[in-house]
């Protein structure tokens, strides 16, 4: 099969490249940036030198359509829906790592990110792309809205939880983040000087992950509210999730929830005896999950690599279902 990338040069660009360099059944065969166009790909990332040196091209869709047969779409919020319109009336299969296909519900979509969704025709053929929840929905869905890093560290741990009653509907996630999270054109909240030896919230109650967390969620359990505090780590890469809730049911009654939800499901690991670390998840599609209660006080911690299973690895997850493969293809 072949791939293009589309707005392949940043970070989650730079790393579907190195996933998809790998894969068995797949060709790359256009990476594009109307920055970059005429570049080679290893002359913005010298780590692919002799490895994957192949010339960028601008966002030609004609040229790109008559050359794949999947596209990963790689542009800002926003930007995407022209560019998956044109791919799905061309018969392509589409993998959005922006918002645009994320939510059912099209007023919320337009309320978060104030702007009105020109497709929502396209609803009907996307599905929410967390292969460990909705793996039927994405094998027969034509566009995969794929997750935000955060909900993905959020939804996975809570929503077998919500979905079975076994906690509390009210929920409170504190999420941290490395600096990649906020993409790679610099601004000067991510400026080293601003960075370095600092550690703070941001975006409090007014997040745009907020919203794509709660309409998740409110599948599981339609009463679920959720309030979400992300924070800026002085890292490149990782995210941790500390979730706090309530529950009367046993820590043995949890843990066997997510591990029989999950029991065949390969990248996602359950702590039971350790606390998931982000180092041990950088790099990696795992999330890493564990649960500690006291009383009716349950805190679930969770750890993903931001740009591999908060984006660039669940893509690709997300494709091997859509293809039939084995869903870690390329992944570990």
């Given at each position: 099969?072949?791939?293009?990338?589309?707005?392949?040069?940043?970070?989650?660009?730079?790393?579907?490249?190195?996933?998809?360099?790998?894969?068995?059944?797949?060709?790359?065969?256009?990476?594009?940036?109307?920055?970059?166009?005429?570049?080679?790909?290893?002359?913005?990332?010298?780590?692919?030198?002799?490895?994957?040196?192949?010339?960028?091209?601008?966002?030609?869709?004609?040229?790109?359509?008559?050359?794949?047969?999947?596209?990963?779409?790689?542009?800002?919020?926003?930007?995407?829906?022209?560019?998956?319109?044109?791919?799905?009336?061309?018969?392509?299969?589409?993998?959005?790592?922006?918002?645009?296909?994320?939510?059912?519900?099209?007023?919320?979509?337009?309320?978060?990110?104030?702007?009105?969704?020109k497709y929502p025709e396209l609803l009907d053929f996307t599905a929410y792309g967390i292969p460990e929840l909705f793996e039927k929905n994405i094998k027969s869905a034509k566009i995969i809205g794929?997750?935000?890093?955060?909900?993905?560290?959020?939804?996975?741990?809570?929503?077998?939880?919500?979905?079975?009653?076994?906690?509390?509907?009210?929920?409170?996630?504190?999420?941290?983040?490395?600096?990649?999270?906020?993409?790679?054109?610099?601004?000067?909240?991510?400026?080293?000087?601003?960075?370095?030896?600092?550690?703070?919230?941001?975006?409090?109650?007014?997040?745009?992950?907020?919203?794509?967390?709660?309409?998740?969620?409110?599948?599981?359990?339609k009463n679920s509210k959720v309030i979400f505090t992300p924070h800026l780590l002085p890292i490149n890469r990782g995210i941790e999730s500390t979730i706090y809730t309530k529950s009367d049911k046993?820590?043995?009654?949890?843990?066997?929830?997510?591990?029989?939800?999950?029991?065949?499901?390969?990248?996602?690991?359950?702590?039971?005896?350790?606390?998931?670390?982000?180092?041990?998840?950088?790099?990696?599609?795992?999330?890493?999950?564990?649960?500690?209660?006291?009383?009716?006080?349950?805190?679930?911690?969770?750890?993903?690599?931001?740009?591999?299973?908060?984006?660039?690895?669940?893509?690709?997850?997300?494709?091997?279902?859509?293809?039939?493969?084995?869903?870690?293809?390329?992944?570990?």
């Amino acid at each position: 099969m072949k791939v293009s990338i589309i707005g392949s040069t940043g970070y989650t660009g730079f790393e579907l490249v190195k996933i998809l360099i790998k894969h068995p059944h797949i060709e790359i065969s256009a990476v594009t940036s109307d920055s970059y166009a005429g570049k080679n790909f290893s002359e913005i990332y010298p780590q692919l030198t002799n490895i994957f040196d192949k010339t960028i091209e601008p966002n030609n869709f004609e040229q790109i359509a008559s050359k794949s047969d999947i596209i990963f779409l790689c542009l800002p919020h926003a930007a995407s829906m022209d560019a998956v319109k044109y791919f799905f009336v061309k018969g392509k299969i589409c993998i959005d790592l922006s918002a645009d296909f994320r939510y059912q519900d099209i007023s919320l979509y337009e309320k978060t990110y104030k702007i009105n969704h020109k497709y929502p025709e396209l609803l009907d053929f996307t599905a929410y792309g967390i292969p460990e929840l909705f793996e039927k929905n994405i094998k027969s869905a034509k566009i995969i809205g794929n997750p935000g890093c955060y909900p993905t560290s959020i939804i996975i741990p809570t929503y077998p939880l919500l979905k079975e009653g076994l906690i509390s509907p009210e929920i409170i996630a504190d999420s941290k983040s490395g600096v990649s999270g906020a993409g790679k054109k610099p601004t000067e909240k991510t400026h080293f000087c601003e960075v370095n030896e600092d550690f703070k919230p941001y975006s409090i109650l007014s997040h745009r992950h907020e919203s794509e967390i709660s309409s998740i969620l409110k599948l599981a359990d339609k009463n679920s509210k959720v309030i979400f505090t992300p924070h800026l780590l002085p890292i490149n890469r990782g995210i941790e999730s500390t979730i706090y809730t309530k529950s009367d049911k046993s820590l043995e009654q949890l843990y066997d929830c997510l591990k029989e939800y999950y029991k065949n499901k390969k990248f996602v690991r359950i702590y039971e005896n350790s606390i998931p670390s982000i180092k041990n998840v950088q790099y990696t599609n795992f999330i890493d999950i564990a649960l500690f209660k006291r009383r009716e006080t349950l805190i679930i911690v969770s750890c993903i690599d931001n740009l591999i299973k908060g984006a660039s690895g669940q893509a690709v997850q997300n494709m091997n279902l859509l293809l039939n493969l084995k869903e870690s293809t390329a992944l570990i």
